[in-house]
């Protein structure tokens, strides 16, 4: 799952951090055999996940009324959500929406501290985003910075009336004065956390889950 | 809900995405590129060309803050306008460096012009030279990322990328896909650069030119080589014309043009030779009525001016590819 991490050097949410140092914001264990072990717990199971669409389906309806709404997943999984919740729109509207992909990679603000990324796909629906009603949908919101780079990308295809935020989960910790009109869940946590969300379109199951790492030996030896 | 606890395997929390590929530091030749890193270039390519397709914004701020450098000690018309385009439409501040009215023309000598631009901080030296190898000397010299926009009679692998990005877009995945390459082999960094990535890429090549025309060791190339155009266009996926490169011929390397023209240009007659769905594809500058006939040049399968607007997003997706992750710790 691509996500923004936070470095966990605390800023206060600044815009630019290319011209900071290279911050190592993963946990400060290497990848492989030798992870700390955490603590899974299933947040959001298949029922769960279809219920949560339904709702922000009609949330959209009740907020947009006849008002025709573009949606615009963010890869890769948002992508597979907006699709949901279109099939949705029409069904309870009666009427077909038009759903897109926007990807945010050459908008990042963290382009230099990571390797090149692979770009995902950018669909935008006939007509363009000029004077719509914009719908972004992701998966999870954390630092906002995947949002700003959408609504940086959005205002070069065009300049929508309105532009709202679907997620499935808001997992908190914003960097940025960013937050979601329709939220499927509030999932309270921890720097050291992960929210996972598979979809059955990439990952063969619907699910949300938390890993949490638990504290290692030397650190609750070392609180003791 | 259930909780479970175990370690953290391979279905755990993904950090960073997926895993990223290895760009090398510079693009000095195609044999810089294996396969996946190739594919690699190509399909962001196609998403750059995607993202900006039907905008009015055609601009995306990726490389804000970067400087770019087009180094040209050669004559050239479209390499340098599409490279000062690739790095302007990503947003990079772009310092066109011609030979002509610099420094270099009182006599400074490559090494000097590259501390100079050492100095001024270049991130990304692009280059062209009439001597083979320039770009490689001149990656020793600057910290910024060198890349060859041909050099002599050596290479040119971003002309040989944008090539490759114009035959998948036509023919789709190029392996056991016939090409024939024809003409000025022996002078044509294009040729050297597409026969390296089109065989990496799983194309068959087929070189046609006159024996003069050839270079000393094109047995070890991963090419067939033959005098017949008439023979090897036969069902071809797609033919290459080269320009015949008159500023670089010292000696008579044919008798006449006209000869030449018979033996190995391509008219309309061997146009129809080509698969139906083959295309015909010149590197340009074109010399007309020489190796290509104006009505094969502006007629059905021609891509030849398609290959000048794909140059555009292929240098993009060079530039984005070498430019960004530089901080991540030598993964660049």
Redesign the interface.
């Known amino acids: 799952m691509v996500q923004p991490r936070p470095a966990q050097t605390g800023t206060n949410g600044s815009v630019s951090p290319s011209a900071k140092p290279p911050v190592n914001d993963r946990p400060a264990v290497p990848p492989g055999s030798d992870r700390q072990p955490e603590i899974l717990t299933e947040i959001l199971g298949r029922a769960d996940i279809a219920r949560t669409i339904d709702r922000i389906a009609h949330q959209i309806l009740e907020r947009n009324g006849d008002r025709p709404v573009i949606l615009l997943g963010i890869p890769t999984r948002g992508v597979y959500l907006a699709t949901r919740l279109a099939d949705r729109l029409a069904a309870f509207a009666g009427r077909p929406t038009a759903v897109g992909a926007l990807d945010i990679t050459l908008y990042r603000d963290d382009l230099r501290l990571h390797p090149p990324r692979a770009l995902e796909e950018t669909a935008i629906p006939a007509g363009g985003v000029d004077d719509a009603i914009v719908v972004l949908v992701d998966d999870v919101l954390y630092s906002g910075r995947t949002i700003r780079a959408a609504l940086d990308a959005l205002r070069d295809h065009g300049r929508p009336a309105v532009v709202q935020l679907a997620v499935l989960v808001d997992r908190g910790h914003r960097q940025l004065p960013i937050r979601a009109d329709y939220v499927g869940k509030n999932i309270p946590t921890a720097f050291g956390d992960d929210v996972a969300v598979h979809l059955t379109e990439i990952d063969d199951i619907d699910s949300v889950e938390l890993a949490r790492a638990v504290p290692s030996t030397a650190q609750l030896k070392g609180k003791s | 809900?259930?909780?479970?606890?175990?370690?953290?395997t391979a279905a755990?929390?993904?950090?960073?995405?997926?895993t990223?590929?290895?760009?090398p530091r510079h693009l000095l030749s195609a044999a810089d590129l294996n396969r996946s890193t190739a594919e690699?270039v190509l399909?962001?390519a196609e998403?750059?060309e995607?993202?900006i397709a039907?905008?009015?914004?055609r601009?995306?701020?990726?490389l804000r803050?970067r400087t770019v450098v087009n180094l040209f000690f050669e004559d050239s018309t479209r390499t340098r306008i599409s490279f000062e385009l690739a790095a302007k439409r990503l947003s990079a501040d772009v310092i066109t460096f011609s030979a002509k009215g610099s420094s270099v023309s009182k006599g400074e000598s490559l090494k000097d012009t590259a501390w100079t631009l050492q100095a001024m901080g270049a991130d990304a030296v692009v280059c062209r030279h009439s001597s083979s190898g320039a770009p490689h000397q001149l990656s020793a010299w600057v910290d910024g990322h060198v890349i060859n926009a041909g050099d002599g009679t050596h290479e040119h692998p971003t002309q040989a990328l944008l090539d490759a990005y114009t035959l998948r877009r036509h023919l789709g995945s190029l392996d056991g896909r016939r090409i024939v390459v024809v003409g000025d082999v022996l002078h044509s960094r294009v040729a050297r650069s597409n026969v390296l990535l089109l065989s990496t890429l799983g194309a068959e090549v087929t070189l046609v030119a006159p024996p003069t025309l050839l270079p000393v060791g094109v047995d070890a190339w991963p090419v067939t080589v033959s005098y017949d155009l008439d023979a090897a266009l036969a069902g071809a996926d797609a033919v290459m014309m080269l320009r015949v490169q008159r500023e670089r011929m010292s000696g008579a390397f044919f008798p006449t043009a006209r000869e030449y023209s018979r033996s190995y240009g391509l008219d309309e007659r061997r146009r129809a030779l080509i698969a139906p769905h083959g295309i015909v594809l010149h590197p340009g500058p074109m010399n007309r009525g020489m190796e290509i006939t104006p009505q094969v040049a502006d007629g059905a399968g021609s891509v030849i001016v398609e290959q000048v607007a794909n140059g555009v997003t292929v240098r993009m997706a060079v530039l984005?590819?070498l430019l960004?992750?530089?901080?991540?710790?030598g993964?660049?």
């Open positions: 809900m259930t909780t479970a606890i175990h370690p953290a755990g929390p993904v950090t960073h995405g997926p990223p590929i290895r760009m690699h399909s962001t998403r750059i995607q993202a039907g905008r009015e914004v601009k995306l701020p990726t803050g984005y590819l960004s992750g530089e901080m991540s710790g993964l660049a």
